[in-house]
C-alpha cells in the first residue's frame, strides 16, 4: 500500500518539477503569452458562473416552462465557453499571422451564441425571472462570439457584427414582449459586453504582437550585423588578393610561353611571380591581423549602443585604455561575443559590463538576466560553457595567458574573464639593459677585427 502511494507522490513531484523547469526555459514573451492565454480561458467561465449560473439557479421560477428554458440556457452558455477555450489558440495564432482565419470555429460561435440568446428571449417570453436579472444574462451570452470575433476581425468589422448582434437581440426581446426601458436596457448591455470583450482580447493581442515583432527585429538586427561583419571581411580581402591574383595569373601565363620558346626571361617573370606572391601573403596577413586585433574602447560602446538600441539597458563601467594592445584585442573579442550572446540567447533586459585594472591583472565581468535554465546545444552562454563560442574565446585568451569562467543561475548568466599583464620595465630595469647594450657594442681592443667579444 505504501509502496505505490510513495511512487504515485513521486511521479507528482517530477511532473511539478518538470512544468517548474519548462517555465523558466522560456522567455519573456512566451511567459506574457501564457498568462494572457490563461486570462481569456478563464474570462467567459467566470462570467458564466457570476451572472448565468448562480443567479439563474437562485432565482428561476419553480414552473416547468421557467426551469426548462433557464437550465436549457446554462447548459447552452457552458457550451459556448466550452467551444470558446477550445478554438481560442486558433484565434489567437491568426491574430499573431501564425495561422489561417478559423472561419468554422467562428460559425459555430456564432450558433451558439444564437442558440443561448433564444433561450434568454424564451425565457422572457414565459416570465421566467425579473427584467433586471435577465438583462445580466443578456451581458453575458454574447461575449464568448465576441472573444473569438475580436481575435479574427478588423475593429470597424467587429464593430459591424456586433450592432447586428445588438439590433437582433432587441428584436427578440421586443417580439418576447420587452418594451420600453428594458429594450433600451438590453441593447445597451450586450452593446456593453461587446466593448467588455474587444479590450479585454485585442488590447492584450497587441501588446503580445508588438513584443513579438521587437523579438523578430532583434534578431534580425544580430544577423544583419553578423552579415556586415562579414561583407566586410570579404570586400578587404578582394581588394588585397585581386590585383595580385590577377597579375600572378597573367605573369604565369607569360612564363610558361617564355619558357615553351627557350626565352632565358621566363626565370625572370617566375621570379616576380615569387615575389607578388609573398607580397600577397604578407598583405593577407595584415588584414588577418587588422580583422583579429579589435579595439576594446570601441568594442565597449558598440555593445553598448546596440544592446540598449535591441531594448535592453546596458551598463559599462571602465574603458580599458592604460592596456596593452594584445589584452585589449583579447577583452574586445571577450565583449563582442558576449553582446552577440545577449542578443541572440535569451531574453535580456538588463547587462552589466565592468573593466577593472589592479594587482598586474585585468579582470572583465559580463552579466545578464533572462537566461533561460536550460539553453539548446551549441549555444555560446550556455550554462555549462560548452558553446563554440565560448570555447573559441578560451583559445584566444590562452594566447594571452588568460581565463574564462562562466556561471548562470536564477535566470542570470555571468561570464569572467582574467588576464595578466605584461610586467613593464622600470627605470632601474632600463638603464641596465642601456648599460649592457652599451657593453655590447664596444668592440674588443685586442680582436684586430673590431668586432665583439
Known sequence: MGTPALREATDVVGRMRAWQRSWRGRSKIEKVEFQSTVTWHLMPWIFLLSWVSVPLGLILRHDLSPRLFGWALIVSGAAQCLHASRSLRRSVDHYLRRAPLPRRDLVVAGALMTATMGLAVGLQAVDGVRSEMLGITALFVPIPFAQSLAFSATVRGYAARMALVVVAAVGGFAVAGARGGQLVAIGVVIAFAGFLALISTRCGAWTLSVMWEADRAREVEARLAVAEERLRFGRDLHDVMGRNLAVIALKSELAVQLARRGRPEAVDQMVEVQRIAQESQREVREVVRGYREVDLKVELAGAQG????????????????????????????????????????????????????????????????????????????????????????????????????????????????????????????????????????????????????
Open 306 to 453: 546596440v544592446l540598449e538600441a535591441a531594448g535592453i539597458e546596458c551598463r559599462v563601467i571602465g574603458s580599458g585604455a592604460e592596456l596593452p594592445a594584445s589584452v585589449q584585442s583579447a577583452l574586445g573579442w571577450v565583449v563582442r561575443e558576449a553582446a552577440t550572446n545577449v542578443l541572440r540567447h535569451g531574453d535580456a533586459g538588463r547587462c552589466e559590463i565592468a573593466l577593472a585594472v589592479s594587482e598586474g591583472r585585468a579582470t572583465l565581468s559580463v552579466e545578464n538576466d533572462g537566461v533561460p535554465e536550460v539553453v539548446p546545444a551549441g549555444h555560446g552562454s550556455g550554462p555549462t560553457g560548452r558553446g563554440s563560442g565560448l570555447a573559441g574565446l578560451r583559445e584566444r585568451l590562452a594566447a594571452v595567458g588568460g581565463t574564462l569562467d562562466s556561471a548562470s543561475g536564477d535566470g542570470v548568466f555571468r561570464l569572467a574573464v582574467q588576464v595578466p599583464l605584461p610586467p613593464s620595465p622600470g627605470p632601474s630595469q632600463d638603464q641596465d639593459e642601456g648599460t649592457d647594450q652599451d657593453q655590447d657594442c664596444v668592440p674588443d681592443l685586442a680582436d684586430p677585427t673590431g668586432a665583439a667579444a
